[in-house]
T-cell receptor
């Protein structure tokens, strides 16, 4: 089993739909992250959770709503998205107290908003 | 403000050629970390290296080597004798030493290695 698992791998949704992305890490880490990867742009940090508490919200629109019920699971709830939100959404985890900055990424969920 | 620039959008080489991926960074922090990540076609970014700003020694790991030069704010990555499996997008990233939660990534360089 891979360290960080993301589902679904691909998602197509309309602008009025509500969907969720799921991330699960099997590494025993205590920090989890959502990143957005759009074509020709740097990876953008969206949210950071440490010990289930949100410690970073990088000015993300409210149509993206994260949830971290425990240190192993992270969700990104999506509603009334725009076509420009189409991107690869990457989840990552790390062991924060080691302060190495080494992130372990999942394979991403590719989102297309019609 | 922190910024990472990877000016090379795409590089194509033939197997066994050496290739260097450039990374230039900007920061006002006196202590910081620099990283390289590899993103193969499967999508997940894979950590390759972290370098502390205090340590300007070059590093070699197998066919990979990194050249960190503070004087030019560069952290370049060289693959020697490239292989098809090296084909991927490579990202350079920067963080404050005290806040490794916030990695600032470059736009990436797509490397294609042809047989």
């Amino acid at each position: 089993e891979t360290g960080v698992t993301q589902t679904p791998r691909h998602l197509v949704m309309g602008m009025t739909n509500k969907k969720s992305l799921k991330c699960e890490q099997h590494l025993g880490h205590n920090a989890m992250y959502w990143y957005k990867q759009s074509a020709k742009k740097p990876l953008e940090l969206m949210f950071v959770y440490n010990f289930k508490e949100q410690t970073e919200n990088n000015s993300v629109p409210s149509r993206f709503s994260p949830e971290c019920p425990n240190s192993s699971h992270l969700f990104l709830h999506l509603h009334t998205l725009q076509p420009e939100d189409s991107a690869l959404y990457l989840c990552a985890s790390s062991q924060r107290d080691r302060n190495t900055g080494e992130l372990f990424f999942g394979e991403g969920s590719r989102l297309t908003v019609l | 403000a922190q910024k990472v620039t990877q000016a090379q959008t795409e590089i194509s080489v033939v197997e066994k050629e050496d290739v260097t991926l450039d990374c230039v960074y900007e920061t006002r922090d006196t202590t910081y970390y620099l990283f390289w990540y590899k993103q193969p076609p499967s999508g997940e970014l894979v950590f390759l290296i972290r370098r502390n700003s205090f340590d300007e020694q070059n590093e070699i790991s197998g066919r990979y080597s990194w050249n960190f030069q503070k004087s030019t704010s560069s952290f370049n990555f060289t693959i020697t004798a490239s292989q098809v499996v090296d084909s991927a997008v490579y990202f350079c990233a920067l963080s404050e030493a005290g806040n490794t939660d916030k990695l600032i990534f470059g736009t990436g360089t797509r490397l294609q290695v042809f047989p």
